[in-house]
Nanobody, 120 residues
Framework: QVQLVESGGGLVQAGGSLRVSCAAS????????MGWYRQAPGKQRELVAS???????NYADSVKGRFTISRDNAKNTVYLQMNSLKPEDTAVYYC??????????????WGQGTQVTVSS
């Protein structure tokens, strides 16, 4: 079974920094795109940042210049470094990944979500 497990998150003051991590585990052949989404109360889930297997990145306009997505392919892990955090960044953050399992099945997976709260 392949799964994504997130870590990090928590409570931080505005202007502070936080890093969240997401590790894929199980019978993995390869991982294509990985990304981070977030969902604030009463709002739809939105893409925060994504990264391809080759390292190309994409960011939501609201986080450009403040957040950095990276991945360690050897560890099957994706990171989101969040700097200059604002109260409006408060949300549950979910990682996602398109994983090719050893069975050759392609799986679109989600992590369980981790809460990020930014106090003003």
């Amino acid at each position: 079974q392949v799964q994504l497990v997130e870590s990090g998150g928590g409570l931080v003051q505005a202007g502070g920094s936080l890093r969240v991590s997401c590790a894929a585990s199980g019978s993995i052949l390869s991982i294509n795109a990985m990304g981070w989404y977030r969902q604030a109360p009463g709002k739809q889930r939105e893409l925060v940042a994504s990264i391809t297997s080759g390292g190309s990145t994409n960011y939501a306009d609201s986080v450009k210049g403040r957040f950095t997505i990276s991945r360690d392919n050897a560890k099957n892990t994706v990171y989101l470094q969040m700097n200059s955090l604002k109260p409006e960044d408060t949300a549950v953050y979910y990682c996602s990944a398109r994983v090719v399992a050893t069975t050759r099945a392609t799986l679109d997976l989600w992590g369980q979500g981790t809460q990020v709260t930014v106090s003003s």
